[in-house]
């Protein structure tokens, strides 16, 4: 067998693949002595069918199946062998097709296009500088957390005048653009959360409100298309394509969550038993817990400039036409529509792709089974501890984490994850990170 490889550019070559009777004959013939043995044909005894017999009937599909598996191996193994990196995989050369007799005489002759990946220097050194975020909790947050955390906690009451934050219990009942009742039209009873109102005058109008009071509504000025179709009780395609979105909404009643005291009987529901005894070590402990949060939100930070600065430092060329042709070869329900509103976000993502692997390949770094298992097992216990207060015992949550990876799909994000984190932790330890302390909410203001 002979294997070459034709330049076209720097970003695509074709591998021309040339096959003689002497490179299939003896895996071909071995194949059909197995066919043989396996064959159950009228006539014939179980594992007593002449491989002629089998060769004659069918000799030219188990050709064709060993020349593609012969072709398949060797290809690869070229590839490796060279330590050729390629995007894709190889797709047929058009137009190249010959017409064969498939009579174990042949000689064959194959073509494949393949797209090189791009040549460039790591983005990354010591000399790189970039901030790392200290984000301290303000006032503002702080007292908002320690305000969820009270109402996770509080009653429910019914005051008889709305304000800002409470939920309206309302029928609402479409109108047209007359302002009358549209005949026909959505009619529902559903819970409204002021909170949520988007629209400034709007949300000043369902403040006030009585038992028996109505208004009229712009539900699509006023909510996200996601909650209109909650409050309407139809799904977000119908919401979003809702042209008479005026409803008339009357007030059932008006519902309050009640914040809770802050005494013992809140501090042990959080924290445990005793934990906390005093307002100022419940202040501290909230704090303390709003810091740790706070951790993820400048480690993400810190992964989205990293990330910026590596895509804008490597400035590479891709094989376009190639690409296109490999994503509508193994897509075969891609239109040409999606294929070119999706392109560019693939091209990022194949961009990182190439820079994660050369950070993974130039400096060593080796992802474990151990650390995808440990990560599995980190997010599984995390459910069950959503569900249930009782503890799972680790010979259980192993026995499903070893099912969970069973999954390749799952396996490979989380294999993913941990490649990210990986090279995350890497590049910390590589540029030059200068600290910087910032309030929470001078880091949301941050581009």
Known sequence: MNISQEKVDDLNAVIHVDISP?????????????????????????????????????????????????????????????????????????DTAANYNWDFNDEFKFQYEIGLAPAFDMPFGEKDKLTQYDIKVDDETLASRIKNLRKSYGKMTNPEVSEDGDVLYSTLTQLDKAGQVLAGGIENTASVRTDLVEDKKIKKSLIGLKKGDEVTIDLKKAFNDENVARILNISQEEAEALSDSTFKLVVKNVNRLEEADL?????????????????????????????????????????????????????VQFPDEFLKRWLKA????????????????????????????????????????????????????????????????????AQYTVQFLQDKEQANRLFEEVKALKVFDFLKGLVKLTKKEIDYNKFLELK
């Open 22 to 94: 002497a490179d299939y004959n003896e895996p071909v013939n071995k194949a059909i002595k197995e066919q043989a043995k396996k064959a159950k044909l009228p006539g014939f005894r179980p594992g007593m069918v002449p491989a002629s017999h089998i060769k004659k009937t069918y000799g030219k599909a188990i050709l064709f199946d060993e020349i593609n598996r012969l072709v398949s191996d060797q290809l690869n193994k070229y590839l490796s062998d060279n330590k050729i990196e390629i995007l894709g995989q190889p797709l047929p050369k058009e």
């Open 263 to 315: 005494n013992q009987e809140l501090f042990d529901k959080l924290f445990g038993k005793d934990e906390v005894k005093t307002e100022e070590e419940f202040r501290a402990r909230v704090t303390s817990e709003v810091e740790a949060m706070l951790v993820q939100n400048s480690d993400q930070r810190l992964q989205q400039d990293l990330y910026n600065f590596g895509m804008e430092k490597v400035t």
């Open 330 to 397: 193994t897509n075969e329900k891609l239109t040409d529509e999606e294929l070119n509103e999706g392109y560019d976000d693939f091209i990022k993502n194949l961009k990182w792709t190439l820079i994660e692997n050369k950070i993974i390949t130039e400096n060593k770094l080796e992802i474990k089974y151990e650390e995808v298992f440990k990560l599995a097992k980190e997010r599984i216990a995390a459910q069950f501890k959503m569900y249930s207060p009782e503890p799972i015992s680790e010979e259980q949550l």
